[in-house]
Structure formats: structure tokens, C-alpha cells
């Protein structure tokens, strides 16, 4: 009875990886799981009609870093010795 169980399992998995083998390419060409690479010209966003390119939004992100990281830096306090 064991033995049964065991070879059933197996067909079980076979099953189940033919049925992914064959679920993974369709969906992976169908543009699913992203679009053309992404260039300088590529618009990320639209506001109001307006494209927001890929280069200006990484743009405004590292400001925005930069600014809260300096934001942070000043306002932890100083660990160094006063002389």
C-alpha cells in the first residue's frame, strides 16, 4: 500500500511540473512579467497627459534620498567629542 502511495506521488509530480513547464513560457513572453527594457526615453508615468520619463524620475528619487538622508544626518545627534 505504501508503494502505491509512493508511485502515485511521483506521477503527482511529474503532473505538476509538465503543467509548469508549459505555463512558464507563455507567460513569460506574453509581457507579463515586464515590458521592453527601459531607456532614457522611456515614459514611466503619465500626469495630466504629461510623460514622465524613466531619467527624470530617477532623478527626482535620488534628490529626494539625498535630501532626507541630509535631513537625517543633521537632525541625529553628534557623536563626537567636544574639545
Do not use: H, K
Not at 6 to 11: D, K, Y
Not at 47 to 63: F, H, K, M, P, S
Request: aromatic share 6%; proline share 5%; no cysteine.
Amino acid at each position: 500500500m505504501l508503494q502505491a502511495m509512493r508511485a502515485s506521488a511521483n506521477n503527482i509530480w511529474i503532473i505538476i511540473v509538465v503543467l509548469f513547464r508549459r505555463w512558464l513560457p507563455p507567460r513569460s513572453t506574453s509581457g507579463l512579467l515586464g515590458r521592453a527594457p527601459v531607456t532614457s526615453t522611456t515614459a514611466v508615468a503619465s500626469v495630466n497627459g504629461e510623460d514622465i520619463l524613466a531619467t527624470t524620475w530617477y532623478q527626482a528619487t535620488q534628490n529626494l534620498e539625498q535630501t532626507r538622508l541630509s535631513a537625517a544626518i543633521r537632525a541625529s545627534p553628534s557623536t563626537r567629542d567636544s574639545d
